[in-house]
Structure formats: structure tokens, C-alpha cells
């Protein structure tokens, strides 16, 4: 029985694992995303969210994706957090050369978009290569399938991205 398997059934152990396996790569995806500050308190809440949704996962997909997607969102939500924090907390007259992170999270959602009108196995290897920083060989390896296979879905799913965004 798989990993996604034995955690879609609520086995606790199957939880300790994936956090085991996963938060490594789940944390360095959100320490590109989100202040140094923030990382465990995102980690956490994904591997929460991961439990409370574990109905949700279907097993016949692979966990890894489904894992950092509910990291980007997360991670998005807390952009979004400190951001709307950030704006109350500073007074107007210091409110001048306050970064704005409204663009960056319009283009994590844009990005997400795209994403999402992708072809499952398109989104699968994108998402592995850049949100779990997997090479293309390791990214092949996981999934069983030829490298050539992994650089072709790769590519279009990079190409059809560029045409949706």
C-alpha cells in the first residue's frame, strides 16, 4: 500500500512518513516563497491542511503534487497575511518605498491559473521540477517514466503556460 494510500485512510503513521519524506521539500518551496520568519509556521499548517483534507487526495495521483500545491497555497495565504498586516501596521507617513507584494501574489494566482488549465502530466513535471526542485532524471525516476518523456511534457506545459499567461 502506498504512502498517499495509507494516509487517504487516516493511518497516523502514514502522516509522521509524509511529513518525514516531504517536509524537507516541502520547506525549501516555501522558503522561496514566503520570509524566513514564516517557514515553520507554513510548513505546519500544510501538513495540518494534508490531514484534514487527506479524503480529498486521490491515490491513483501522485502525493508529491498535491502536497506542494496545498504548500503554494498556503504560502500564497501568507504573503497575503502579512501584507494586509504590513499595511495596517505602518503609519501613512512611512507608508512611502513600503514594498508592495500585491503583484507578486496577482502573479502567484496567474501562475497557479495557468497551471491548473495544464494537462495533469504537464503540471505534474512542472510542478516537480520547480516547487520540489526535483532534476529532470530525478523527476523521471519518480514517476517511472522515460527522461524524454519528462523534457517533452516539460516543455509544452512550459510553452502552453506562456500562452495562457
Do not use: N
Not at 1 to 16: H, K, S, V, Y
Not at 139 to 164: E, F, W
Amino acid at each position: 500500500m502506498t504512502l498517499g494510500q495509507r494516509l487517504g485512510q487516516g493511518d497516523e503513521t502514514a502522516l509522521e512518513e509524509c511529513y518525514a519524506v516531504l517536509g524537507p521539500l516541502v520547506r525549501r518551496h516555501v522558503l522561496r516563497v514566503v520570509p524566513g520568519h514564516a517557514v515553520d509556521d507554513v510548513v505546519q499548517l500544510v501538513f495540518l491542511e494534508v490531514w484534514r483534507s487527506r479524503r480529498r487526495f486521490d491515490p491513483a495521483r501522485a502525493l508529491e503534487p498535491w502536497v506542494l500545491a496545498i504548500a503554494r497555497k498556503r504560502a500564497i495565504d501568507q504573503l497575503r497575511a502579512e501584507s494586509r498586516h504590513s499595511r495596517r501596521a505602518v503609519p501613512l507617513d512611512d507608508a512611502v518605498g513600503v514594498p508592495d507584494a500585491t503583484p507578486a501574489v496577482d502573479t502567484a494566482c496567474d501562475v497557479r491559473k495557468a497551471l491548473d488549465g495544464l494537462p495533469a502530466p504537464q503540471r505534474q513535471a512542472i510542478m516537480l521540477a520547480h516547487y520540489g526542485q526535483l532534476t529532470q532524471r530525478e523527476i523521471a525516476d519518480l514517476l517511472a517514466v522515460p527522461l524524454g518523456t519528462v523534457k517533452a511534457r516539460t516543455a509544452r506545459g512550459l510553452h502552453r503556460m506562456r500562452d495562457l499567461l
